[in-house]
């Protein structure tokens, strides 16, 4: 359970110290987190639980070529999804509060000081959902200890990062810290498969890689194209923004999947 808690008491340490702030940053804190945790709850946990007794069984069998193509498809799974859910709260993070809270006394203030928090969290998105695939692939093989010792390691850097980053930062740099730390949990739960030989991003990335590259980067444009300023999120009515937010995100989804298809990507090699 602490192995693949880590980035969620991170976040919880995070509010304990986001509550020594200034009024609301508990609030700005919390709000971004549950947006955070949207993508990693459909997406992240799902594959993990979809893969653990899969990958328990090819182990079991000693089926070590399927044991890392198993992985390698949830890391595909997890790529294409986790990268544009980043890049998109990112973008649209003060949409997407100014949509779902800006009511009651909740103020243009407090949107722009959740979104601060929300783009710093956004950039980990990848890294939760990369920590929940790698994990399993050392509890499928009964190995408990590793990720235990690697979430101590993810947790006191976490705290370094907060001490480093509250004061110039506030609640922003909490959350930034957690996404730090998560990228530090992913790429050494990542190092200790590559290490023993379990598994390992092979040459076929490098293609797959600029082809998610080139698909990003037109959904990034768009979204910028069609995004209005923030202006318009805080004087629009609760339905207005609601429809403009739902087509934003319905135009930036097709033109990326649209982008993955012209650049080749197959979409029968994500069934497994």
């Known amino acids: 359970m602490f192995g693949v808690s880590v980035s969620q008491i991170n976040l919880l340490l995070d509010t304990i110290l986001a509550s020594f702030l200034i009024s609301g940053s508990v609030s700005w804190l919390y709000t971004a987190e549950r947006l955070t945790e949207l993508p990693l709850g459909l997406i992240g946990i799902a594959v993990a639980t979809v893969i653990l007794p899969s990958l328990s069984a090819k182990h079991a069998q000693k089926s070590d070529v399927e044991f890392r193509a198993m992985l390698d498809w949830a890391l595909r799974v997890i790529v294409l999804v986790g990268v544009p859910s980043s890049l998109a709260m990112f973008i649209l993070a003060e949409p997407m509060i100014a949509t779902l809270f800006q009511y009651g006394k909740f103020s243009q203030h407090d949107v722009l000081m959740s979104a ?6 956004s950039g980990g998105i990848l890294a939760f959902m990369l920590i929940k695939v790698f994990a399993p692939g050392y509890y499928s093989r009964q190995d408990v200890k590793t990720p235990v010792k690697i979430g101590i390691i993810a947790m006191i850097s976490n705290m370094v990062f907060n001490l480093m980053l509250v004061w110039h930062f506030k609640h922003v740099g909490l959350a930034f810290a957690s996404t730090l730390s998560a990228f530090l949990n992913a790429g050494l739960l990542y190092w200790g498969l590559h290490k023993q030989n379990v598994f390992r991003m092979e040459k076929h990335w490098i293609v797959l890689g600029l082809r998610y590259a080139a698909a990003n980067v037109s959904m990034v444009a768009v979204l910028l194209l069609i995004t209005p300023e923030l202006k318009y999120w805080f004087a629009a009515t609760a339905w207005y923004k609601a ?3 739902l087509a934003i995100c319905v135009a930036g989804a097709l033109t990326y999947l649209v982008v993955l298809t ?9 069934k497994h």
């Open 262 to 270: 012209l650049v080749g990507v197959k979409w029968r090699s994500l």
């Open 116 to 121: 601060g928090a929300l783009k710093a969290l």
């Open 243 to 245: 429809g403009y937010l």
